[in-house]
Each structure stands twice: as structure tokens, then as C-alpha cells.
């Protein structure tokens, strides 16, 4: 009597689905799944650090590539100028 059947839970999956889309949740779960990753990594890097009190370890704690401060100024000039092109038309 007080629990939740299978029923109940396949309704509110169907009802979820109806509302957010297949799509819009496969991105959410990829990246739910992509945060604990990164979170996961960067707890065993700490844990990894306070082992071996190495400071001079540069592993990066996220899976992404860092750019230098030339490259961003040229992706932001490159940004404006297409859009003062698309709204000159």
C-alpha cells in the first residue's frame, strides 16, 4: 500500500518523455553524465596530489582545451564582424 508500483513510475516516465522530448533528455543524461566524469576526475587528482604532495603536476581538471587570451580576442573579433556583416544586409 504506500509504495510506488511499476505502473506508477512507467506513467511518469511517459508523461517526462511528453514533456521534454527524447532529445532534450539524451542531452541532459550526456551531460549529467559528462559533469560526474569531470567531478570524479578532479576528486581523484586531489586525492592523488595529497598522496604524492607533488605541486608540480599539470594535468587539467577538465576535459576541455583552454585557449590563450589571442585566441579568444580573435574568435570575439571574428564574432563581431560577422554579425555587423549579417546586420548591414
Same mark, same amino acid.
Request: cysteine-free; aromatic content about 4%.
Given at each position: 500500500?504506500? %509504495?510506488?508500483?511499476?505502473?506508477?513510475?512507467?506513467?511518469?516516465? /511517459?508523461? /517526462? /518523455?511528453?514533456?521534454? %522530448? !527524447?532529445? *532534450?533528455?539524451? !542531452?541532459? &543524461? =550526456? #551531460?549529467? %553524465? $559528462?559533469?560526474?566524469? &569531470?567531478?570524479?576526475? $578532479?576528486? &581523484? +587528482?586531489?586525492?592523488? +596530489? *595529497? #598522496?604524492?604532495?607533488?605541486?608540480?603536476?599539470?594535468?587539467? #581538471?577538465? +576535459?576541455? #582545451? !583552454?585557449?590563450?587570451?589571442?585566441?579568444?580576442? =580573435? !574568435?570575439?573579433? @571574428?564574432?563581431?564582424?560577422?554579425? @555587423?556583416? @549579417?546586420?548591414?544586409?
Amino acid at each position: 500500500m504506500g %509504495g510506488i508500483s511499476i505502473w506508477q513510475l512507467l506513467i511518469i516516465a /511517459v508523461i /517526462v /518523455v511528453l514533456l521534454f %522530448g !527524447t532529445n *532534450k533528455l539524451r !542531452t541532459l &543524461g =550526456s #551531460d549529467l %553524465g $559528462a559533469s560526474v566524469k &569531470g567531478f570524479k576526475k $578532479a576528486i &581523484g +587528482d586531489e586525492a592523488a +596530489d *595529497k #598522496d604524492t604532495n607533488n605541486a608540480e603536476k599539470t594535468n587539467n #581538471d577538465a +576535459d576541455f #582545451d !583552454t585557449k590563450n587570451l589571442a585566441q579568444k580576442t =580573435s !574568435t570575439e573579433e @571574428k564574432s563581431t564582424t560577422e554579425s @555587423k556583416n @549579417k546586420e548591414q544586409v
